[in-house]
């Protein structure tokens, strides 16, 4: 009897164990979950890369068109040292009184090109966020050298910037990865801190107004006064 009882319990924990083609089959599938589980996971950190990529890109592309517009101003303040452009306002510069009208100085782009240059090498790296933040230092001191250009140089067909655009601020560029500076870039930013034309300050400043201004400005003062104030 006892041995009965036995067997016939072996016999249904037997039927109850699942079957090792059972065993196989739910490994497989919780191999296949797996599998899919990490596979939309490399696809979501794929994702991410490739976007880090085009706004790391665009940003450096910004960049770029900022270097090529500083150089422009620069070569227009190159042109005004010539001698021809010289003898055309070389006197209004000595004239104290004509405040917005200074001499030309090239240089005054060095420290925004050394920034953009700094940015370049950061975002090339990888270093998103402190690429970021040089790009903004470096629109502010190109706004800098914009507010202090001489209204000798013409560039009314340029137009400066204030800030970092919107759309690059708020970008993200969460897992960039490394790439080559671009070279061009690089050469034009070296190109625009070793341009250091400049011209020495007039050997004379004017000081006093000229006579002829005051003699007009007298006569006008004289043409205002009624006929009994002239008597007196």
């Not at 004239?95 to 240089?107: A, C, S």
């Amino acid at each position: 009897m006892r041995d009965n009882a036995r067997r016939t319990r072996g016999a249904d924990d037997k039927a109850n164990a699942p079957s090792t083609a059972q065993t196989r089959s739910g490994d497989a599938k919780s191999q296949r979950l797996a599998n899919a589980g990490k596979a939309l996971g490399n696809a979501e950190m794929l994702q991410r890369v490739q976007k880090g990529n085009t706004n790391r890109d665009e940003m450096l592309s910004f960049v770029s068109d900022r270097l090529k517009l500083v150089r422009e101003v620069q070569l227009r303040e190159v042109g005004a040292l010539s001698k021809p452009s010289q003898d055309q306002w070389k006197y209004a510069i000595a004239d104290n009184h004509k405040e917005d009208i200074t001499k030309p100085d090239p240089k005054r782009w060095h420290a925004a090109s050394q920034l953009y240059e700094d940015a370049i090498h950061k975002l090339s790296r990888g270093e998103m966020t402190l690429g970021r933040q040089l790009v903004e230092q470096a629109i502010d001191a190109e706004r800098k050298a914009f507010d202090r250009l001489t209204h000798i140089v013409n560039v009314d067909d340029i137009e400066s910037i204030e800030d970092l655009p919107a759309a690059l601020r708020d970008a993200s560029m969460e897992g960039a990865q490394p790439r080559d500076p671009p070279t061009e870039d690089l050469r034009l930013a070296n190109d625009i801190q070793n341009t250091d034309d400049q011209m020495k300050d007039p050997p004379v400043r004017m000081t006093k107004r000229p006579w002829w201004e005051e003699e007009e400005e007298e006569d006008e003062e004289n043409a205002d006064k009624k006929p009994e104030d002239q008597k007196s």
